[in-house]
Nanobody, 121 residues
Framework: QVQLVESGGGLVQAGGSLKLSCAAS????????MGWFRQTPGKERDFVAS????????NYADSVKGRFTISRDNAKNTVYLQMNSMKPEDTADYYC??????????????WGQGTQVTVSS
């Protein structure tokens, strides 16, 4: 059974930083591209960042480019999202996903339950 468990969410002031983690189990983690998405109430899930299975290629939404960094540790079956210079508009539930590299959420096969991030102004 595949499980993706996000952690690291919370409340941060604008300009601050948070680091999200997503621990994977039940799959050959090193064989999967991984992504991060975010969603606010009433809106669709938006692409944030993705990383290939080896970590050699990353992709970012324009809204987070230069502020967020996706990385992974295949030995720990974990993908990370370092978020710096955070803005109130980064407030959302953040989800990690496995199986895709594109910004299209439908390309991802497995999803975590999400972790809440709130950025106060």
């Amino acid at each position: 059974q595949v499980q993706l468990v996000e952690s690291g969410g919370g409340l941060v002031q604008a300009g601050g930083s948070l680091k999200l983690s997503c621990a994977a189990s039940g799959l050959t983690f090193s064989g999967f591209s991984m992504g991060w998405f975010r969603q606010t109430p009433g809106k669709e899930r938006d692409f944030v960042a993705s990383i290939t299975s080896s970590g050699g290629y990353t992709n970012y939404a324009d809204s987070v480019k230069g502020r967020f960094t996706i990385s992974r540790d295949n030995a720990k079956n974990t993908v990370y999202l370092q978020m710096n210079s955070m803005k109130p508009e980064d407030t959302a539930d953040y989800y990690c996903a496995a199986g895709g590299i594109t910004p299209n959420a439908k390309a991802y096969r497995y999803w975590g339950q999400g972790t809440q991030v709130t950025v106060s102004s």
